[in-house]
């Protein structure tokens, strides 16, 4: 695929504050796209303002449940490729408030495929679904075969987005792909509620990390920057090797429990603090891990960061932040 792949082209980003989105906008702008971000609210700190890329896009002030706003956008900036990425994504909001989860992850999702379906000039989609859409399954690890079988409302949410952006390819011929990732890490995540930033600036703060489960939950954590890169490449593949309609799975494929996250992160801080481990934690997934195999044949996709190097990275992303915070 040649360089200037995005340059100039024109590039609508649902989520653009977030963790992901937030990454995935600074690297499309160094690609010289014209990038336009759907923002609901303003998040002064966010990494897209912390980055100073809020000011080299275009702005769209609104949120994903307000389709015709949706529809103005992506018409009136002539939009070619869409990353959907925003979403409700915290598992204990979802657990506490649904409605607005299902608003926001399946609403919002029928809306922006919706608005493509009515614009012919949108030639790629990408939607962000979840690991959490497989559910509970005895059967590791996950494939893109694996059922979808969500059970508790944020693992529901994106079982229907990743249904309902197949329903518009089948139905409609929208051209559009849907990405399965583990849990991202890395410089930039806000919602410190989450385990890997939680614990960054508990550490830093000299004060034990709180783990809210009983700490044998498995995982499958995911470096951002290697995010951002698989979806760059999915966009950039899809015409070429015909992959519309396909759901593809994004992991480095490595399995740990969240005690051992914990542990690993503290070692690499310098310090020995304990972890208290609350054992609080309900609706949860076990043990949860991706097969990132397809991506690798198909795409030939390989993840560039080992969980170590990741870490260190976004260790050093939050000690630069969080020393920034106190002037």
Not at 84 to 103: K, Y
Not at 154 to 167: H, P
Not at 211 to 233: C, H, K, N, Q
Request: charged share 25%.
């Amino acid at each position: 695929m040649p360089d200037n792949f995005w340059k100039n082209r024109n590039v609508f980003v649902t989520g653009c504050t977030g963790l992901l989105g937030s990454w995935l906008t600074k690297a499309l702008v160094e690609r010289e796209a014209n990038v336009v971000g759907l923002i609901r609210d303003l998040v002064p700190k966010s990494n897209l303002n912390w980055s100073g890329f809020n000011d080299k896009i275009n702005i769209v002030r609104g949120e994903v449940e307000d389709y015709f706003l949706l529809e103005r956008a992506i018409n009136e900036y002539e939009i070619d490729t869409v990353f959907h990425l925003a979403a409700q994504t915290i598992v204990t909001i979802s657990n506490r408030n649904p409605i607005s989860t299902f608003e926001s992850n399946i609403k919002g999702t029928w809306n922006i495929l919706e608005a493509c379906r009515r614009n012919p000039l949108v030639k790629r989609i990408i939607v962000a679904s979840s690991d959490k859409a497989y559910g509970d399954q005895e059967k590791l690890p996950y494939n893109e075969n694996t059922p979808l079988e969500g059970r508790h409302p944020y693992d529901v949410s994106k079982s229907c987005v990743d249904l309902v952006s197949r329903s518009y390819y089948h139905t409609y011929n929208l051209p559009v792909c849907i990405t399965r990732c583990g849990n991202f890490y890395g410089g930039g995540d806000l919602n410190f509620n989450r385990i890997v930033p939680d614990t960054i600036r508990s550490v830093f703060n000299n004060e034990s990390p709180i783990i809210r489960s009983d700490g044998t939950l498995i995982r499958d954590y995911f470096y951002i920057e290697d995010a951002v890169e698989s979806y760059l490449l999915l966009a950039e593949k899809m015409e070429e090797l015909k992959i519309q309609g396909e759901a593809f799975n994004f992991s480095n494929e490595i399995q740990i429990t969240v005690l051992e996250l914990v542990n690993k992160i503290i070692k690499l801080m310098g310090s020995n603090l304990p972890p208290k481990i609350l054992n609080q934690a309900t609706n949860e997934i076990k043990h949860q891990y991706l097969s990132a195999k397809k991506a690798k044949d198909i795409l030939s996709w390989t993840p560039k960061y080992t969980l170590d190097n990741g870490l260190k990275k976004t260790i050093e992303w939050y000690k630069n932040f969080l020393n920034n915070s106190l002037k």
